[in-house]
């Protein structure tokens, strides 16, 4: 590898010579270009120069603002010696500039010149030949002002054009500027690259003061898309453009959670739980090792932790390169999109402090709850389903452990006595209460209170327990960010500082806080060099670990949250539950949790140089750094209240992970412009390592005290275990860009990029990422020039090859062989002399290849109406091979681990589309912008075996999830059914037409004969639904009234299915758990018929729940708004009476409304769950709440 760095290095530096010895072209006379109507004039030739470009090399010479009507001045030329610019005075060199032009000149102060046509000269008496009076006529009435940003700071360059007369200006250093009129009336149209245009009435009388509003949708702004910096207007890949204030409009911890429908093919899920991190997919899935994409924050490559760790607060501008064009230069970690982040940077100027801050609650409405039964429910629940299955009261197998054997269910007074090793329930209970004296006098013997002993004599009360009212209960959710910034011509530095809580609906336990600190700063070196660092600290605590919020709907009513003594009731009451992972008591589970805690510390940065080696080329060095280390602490304790009770005592497991990255990169940026033609050209090289190490450890017989300090290994008394990993990898890089573009109407760009990955064997750990891609302003051209309402229009098209490495192990190309005592052997035939022996752990493979993607994309960007409306479309084919899986070979040995392999092809297929109306500046003003995104997922082939297939989706009932040739990656797999049997007729008819392995019977589930072979079994299972959306839109609308501002977020996600595993517990009867109101109420009847939603009670239908059908899978679809702010801002007069430059409050709702025909609480998980292979199975999580907050911001 040395040397390999070392040859690049010689390669590297050699290019940056040969750049700097290139010939300048200041020799020839190159003017800067006027910009006119969004078109660029350049200079003629020495000989013959276009006036306009004179004045600006005047301008840029002594320090003046030029003033004039450009159409008056566009088409003249003139002859001009340049090299008296180094002696001639200024008003000299205008005399002989303008001598033959009909124009003269007149300087109104030291850094305004106006340049405007002679006026007719009146004749003298005496003196025929007297000349015209180069100086303003009486008519001629200046109007001055000044122009400045919307911090207050002056802008130079400003354009001020009188829309009646033509006049123009500019403002100068100092943000002021002087127009000449006939006549003070009319408007000023006020434009800027970067800022809303305005028009401005001329007073009759005074200076005016204008102050420019930042428009971030301008085609002219700059946004940072791979390594380099674009103006939005030249950019010909796909790349979506994220505004910092619509993430900041949504409070999160989590900064991909904000991201949902803020960018067209971007697809976001996460969980309820404060501090988790969410899951982003960019145009799709792309793979099925991993389809996370590749976080680029200030150029350093960031982890998944050191995304999580990021505050928006700081967040100057997101991009999300979705093409091969825009992120091939990546390479090997691109084929699942781009996001590069740029954080704030201070400007020049004053110190600026602003604070934000709101505070909140975040609250599970009883709207979302399910519907569950209630403890009497239950009963009547069972007696129907006893009476479906033939039985009769007086049978043997008639009656409930805890209901009772009656006619009707009784709720007893106890639910669970434990005496001498005997778990008794109510129902036996109940009658000892009514036996004879000594049963009676037993009775009262084991519900005596001095009996009780939490481990052995458990005295629990039954209850009717609505348990999504004991498990949600209102969090706090809260925010404090200070920043402070500024600047000079020796450098710039922004700082900021921030704590972010966030409590947990299902758990009061559960908080998750975070403490960030943002330092960017850069030293400038004279005027061409500057040196810098971006810096990132944060430190997070997640205390308790979440639960599992499913089992509000699998808990039995009947059990209490506490019993009568203070300690936890569960499910070791006879049939309440029998399994833990579906009823665990889930308010004493958080309880146990609040021992647990997770903490990481992160730190993210890294110290740049750049220089300005000649003009035009600049060089770029930065080393960066993605640190962190954590430490996660899990205390598992003896449940006494649970049947599934384990005997082994207390224990504490305490586990550290240290992974450190470095990335060194190194670039040359070159850049050429002469008459109409630019060029741009970038070379660079890029190294990253990671190194990573773990260790575990765990101790037995632990006593547990409430104070966590005491919580530690050395305090446990019984066995204990260690273990601990390490892993490894680097990847060097080298890789160019070439751009060129022609009168600002022809655009073509090409890069490539090499990549050598430790992860791959050595024949194959080189890879090549190439791209090309063109662009046509349509709207330059001549036959369009009668189109008004278009005021611009690109056309887009790119191909490119980037490349995948994720979830590729680090050792995937080495046979690993670990030390086990259990297969270690006497040396010398007996025990006695024991050696410990080496086993396989994991086999390798060093033929693994690169996992490619190739895709095309073409689109279109146009603005037109005034540019009130904004339209960017895409169309993509994405093509990836040799996917990269794990191999799912026959079993080998014990926990001997198979190596991913490459094993087939997939196509993602798509359109973007995006839409932004707003209004003109105004007392009155709006903005609306609409997203719209579909994309079609299928797996083309795998191991070239048409029923080939990758499981996923593991559940009780087998795998519900499966990857095919043919279909999305992970379809849901199972039967379909075809409604119920009816009749007694209909059951017979079926049987005689069907050999099959269920029993027909009325009121249960018809399987449909996929096959048509007229036998039902495991070959009429197939494809019965997708997790993948037919698509996803969004509306972000804002108002502003004055001083008041609104706006609201809705997003619309449109198809695809859940299989929703909850149903497995509460529809059937699997287990002895609680059930849904849906399975009392809807199951079959006579009445329902197929109205139905489930089949008949019947205790004995076992197989309704024992394979997987269609009847797991829910419409996914949901409408939610997502986002509704109300906000006023103080008039600036009063913000400055009290010393501040803004304030502004604001209320704001998030998620009060979803529109679903989904039973799920949170039906937004869907894609959240399980890897992308598992994608959409839903059992366990947290559901996204409610939020209401109150939000100020102040700048000083």
Known sequence: MCSIMQRTTCVFWLAVLIASAMPSNDSKAQSL???????????AKPDSQALIGVLNKLEAKFNVSFNYDNDLLEHIKVAFDESKMQSAPLNQLLEE???????????????????????PAKDVPGNANTKPVEKKTSA???????????????????SILHRQSGAAAKTAADGSFVLALAERSGLLSVSFLGYVSQEVAVPATGDLSIRMVPDVTALTEVVVTGYVKEQKKDIIGSVSIVKTENLLAIPSGNLKTQLQGNAAGVTVSSSGAPGSGGKVRIRGFGSFGGSDPLYIIDGVPASQSGVDNLNANDIESMQVLKDAASAAIYGARAANG?????????????????????????FISKSDFPEVLDAQENGELYWKSMIGAGRQVGDPDWGHPQYGNGANPVIPEYVLVVNNGARIG???????????????????????????DFATHQIVRAANTNWA???FNPASIQTYQLGLSGGGEAGSYAIGLNYFNEGNTASKYNTFDRYTLRANTQFNLGKRVRIGENLQLAYRQNDASSIWASTVMTMHPLVPVWDDFGNPAG?????TGGEPEFSTNPVTQAWRNRFDTSNRIGVLGNVYAEAELMKGLTVYSSFGVDYANSRNLDLNQVTYEHAQNTNPPNSLQESRNNENTWTWTNTANFSRTWDKHVFKALVGSEAINTYGNSLSATRLNLPIDDDKDFLVISAGTGAQTNSGSFSRSSLYSLFGRLDYTFDDKYFINGTLRRDQSSKFGRNYRTGYFPSAAVGWRVSSEPFMADIGWLDDLKLRGSWGVIGNQNGLDNNNQYDVYVTSDPNSYGISGDNGNRVVAMVPSRIGNPNTRWEKSATVNLGFDATVLNSSLDINFDWYVRRTTDLLAVNQAPFTGPSITQPSINVGELTNRGVDLGLTKRSKPGVFQYSASLIFSTYRNEVVRILDNPLATLAGGSTRMGNAVLTQAGYPISSFYGYQIDGFFNSAAEAEAYAAEYSTWLTPEVGRWRIKDINGDKRVDGNDRTMIGSPHPDFQTSLNLSLAYKNFDFNCFLFWNQGGSVFNYTRYVIDFHTFTTNRSKRMLYESWTPELGNRAKLPKLDLNDSYSSSNITDYFLEDASYLRMKTVQLGYTLPKAWSDRIGMERFRIYVQGQNLLTLSKSTLMDPGYVQASGGDTSMGVVNNYVPTPKQFIFGLSVNL
């Open 97 to 119: 500039l303008l001598e033959s032009t009909g124009l003269h000149f007149e300087r109104t102060n030291g850094h305004h010149v106006i340049i405007m046509k002679k006026q």
């Open 426 to 452: 109510g129902a036996e209970l109940e009658a000892l209460k009514q036996g004879n004296p000594s049963q009676q006098a037993l009775f009262a013997s084991l519900v005596n209170p001095e009996n009780y």
């Open 571 to 575: 499910n070791a009451a006879p049939s």
């Open 33 to 43: 270009a006027a910009i006119t109507n969004g078109r660029q004039r350049i200079a």
């Open 338 to 362: 781009v996001i590069i982040i740029t954080t704030k940077n201070g400007k020049p100027g004053k110190a600026k402090l602003s604070f934000n801050s709101y505070y909140g609650v975040n």
């Open 469 to 471: 009212d004991e498990v």
């Open 140 to 158: 001629q009435q200046p109007v001055s002002g000044k122009i400045t940003d919307e911090d207050g700071e002056p802008l130079e360059g400003v």
